[in-house]
């Protein structure tokens, strides 16, 4: 069974389409990865999953429930976790555990908060006002709230955004520790390293899924062919590209060059003259990588967001 | 698993609330503190029988009737005689120009009419645009008179009743003010205390979630609209209860408000004043998408109901469309029961229809905040 099927999801606010058709299946004890750039619809998909907002069109279940029906029980299973931080900043660590716990009736509640405190070692803190930790530890606080009463299903709406790489890094070995127990996670995400330790990653674009599968699957299919170049004075080089036919992306990595296309033998035709007229430069294949993928993405869809200038 | 409602969620919505609130040291101050230094400051500045008003003599002759008529008015504490006009002109002068509140002539044959018991005759005229700051002194006027009178004719007390008869003291007001009693002033405060933090403070509490994100955690949380509403509404319902105490000991340690009637009945009907209020409050907050709005809407309440429900004036000097209008804030009932029940001694019989007015707005209110609540974020 797959913990979250849900097809044809549409969101509109006003005359805006947030969400347009997004179709999506995880299955159970997957972590699914869920990119996209700011404003493509994540957080408002992720509200649909969990009975925060109701699609205005589409279907499907979360965990079995019916999402436009069965919200109420959708919440008692789910653990969601905001991208704002949305617990109390004048109750302490402990205070706030206790209240997730009386709200899903968990008993004995000193000893479940107890529990969930020892296993993400908050116990130290206990008494600290939230509204006195660090991105880090509140990061950590909302984590443990979200997963206290055992959800099926962790929806995390970019847990990681303004936390540091250690914490980040902890945070994820947390996450396949969960998954490995069990667990399904949808997360939301803009960092690319976190995308390839996902199981399967989709990728949202002004409401649009356009590509979903593991990473491999996804740089494969954008059939996209990638050159690295080498060499002295390479922004030169990289300004003589840029706009040249077949040449979709040339960007800088480190002291290399990365020009990318999506019609191989125009790319090879572009580059062919390279190593003659900028001396000391060599031109070699290079292996397309997911962020190539998703800027190929995004300068390839159009902003529905904008205004329409015809009208 | 009980879906729509269960107390142990409620008594988890309502032990984070009283943390916060105790947490919040500014806030909680002014739950207490507020009632206290508006009922001090009010009871004390606003005083609806004022002494010591300013007031011009006409005196034609310098008799010793005449003289013992202004030593007696003096008195009483009412007047104070800061001018002595040459002439009716002046006097009429003094007043036109709000100098004084009062122009009491004596006229030249006042001592020779007293001699030969031909019904003297003093004139009060008093500057009625006040309507209530002259009653007070108008009210004593008679009395004072024809005693002041009689002393000075040497006569005993026994002997007064028939010659009380023969001073004439003339009134002339613009219009008959409302006869308002001293003690108005303090249970109608209890009330306005009451709506302004109650309605304001509720009225805050949700859309302070809304503001700080909280709520879309719990409503993320398994927390059905009733719980959430009671979470809210009744911690706000305790801190009434400790402001009623405030106010009322205050009211009689610091004024001391007689108090005629049943206690029980005025407590149970601050408890249905109050929750009809903190339920406002609810529904401004789920009308309002931040604090700030939130406020707005409080005052854009808060003002007419001040001005129409009889606090501050005369219910029965309003024009009949703004009677009517009265009738639709909770304060104007809730103004009547305590007025009723604290200086006349009401009992339930009497306050029964205004009680009444206060649950249907008990039932009004809370049915729109649950309608209104969006379970979602939508």
Known sequence: MNVIDVHGLVKRFGDKTVVDHVTMTVAEGEIVGFLGPNGSGKTTTIRIMCGLLTPDEGEGTVLGFNIRTDSLRIKREVGYMTQKFSFYEDLTIGENLEFVARLYRLKPVSEHVARTLEELGLTSRRDQLAGTLSGGWKQRLALAACIMHKPKLLLLDEPTAGVDPKARREFWDEIHRLASGGLTVLVSTHYMDEAERCHRIGYISYGKMLASGTVEEVVRNAGLTTFVLQGPRLDRVADALQGSPGVDQVAPFGATLHVVGSDKKKLEAALADVEKEHKGVTVNPGETSLEDVFIQFMSGSKDNMAKDSKG | MNAVFSFARLGALLIKEFIQMRRDRITFAMMLGVPLMQLVLFGFAINSDPKSLPTALVAMSNDQYTRAMVSALQMTGYYRF???????????????????????????????????????????????????????????????????????????????????????????????????????????????????????????????????????????????????????????????????????????????????????????????????LVLLGYTISTMARSQMQAMQLTFFFFLPSLLLSGFMFPYRGMPGWAQVLGEIFPLTHFLRITRAVMLKGADFNAVAAEIGWLLVFVAVFAGTALLRFRRTLD
């Open chain 2, 82 to 276: 800061d001018y002595v006009a040459q002439s009716e002109a002046e006097a009429e002068a003094l007043m036109a120009k709000g100098a004084v509140s009062f122009v009491v002539t004596i006229p030249a044959d006042f001592a020779q009419r007293v001699e030969r018991g031909d019904s003297p005759q003093i004139l009060i005229e008093a500057d009625a645009t006040d309507p209530s700051a002259a009653s007070g002194a108008i009210s004593t006027l008679s009395k004072v008179a024809s005693q002041a009178l009689l002393r000075a004719q040497g006569m005993q007390a026994a002997a007064a009743e028939n010659a009380k008869e023969q001073l004439q003291v003339i009134v002339h007001q613009r219009y008959n003010p409302e006869g308002i009693s001293q003690y108005n002033i303090v249970p109608g405060l209890l009330g306005v205390i009451l709506q302004m933090t109650m309605v304001m403070m509720t009225a805050m509490a949700l859309t302070r979630e809304t503001e700080r994100g909280t709520m879309e955690n719990l409503l993320a949380m398994p927390s059905s609209p009733a719980e959430i509403m009671l979470g809210k509404v009744l911690p706000f319902l305790v801190v009434g209860a400790v402001q009623v105490a405030v106010v009322l000991v205050a009211a009689k340690l610091l004024f001391g408000i007689p108090f005629v009637g049943s206690l029980t009945l005025l407590l149970s009907s601050v408890l249905v004043f109050v929750l009809s």
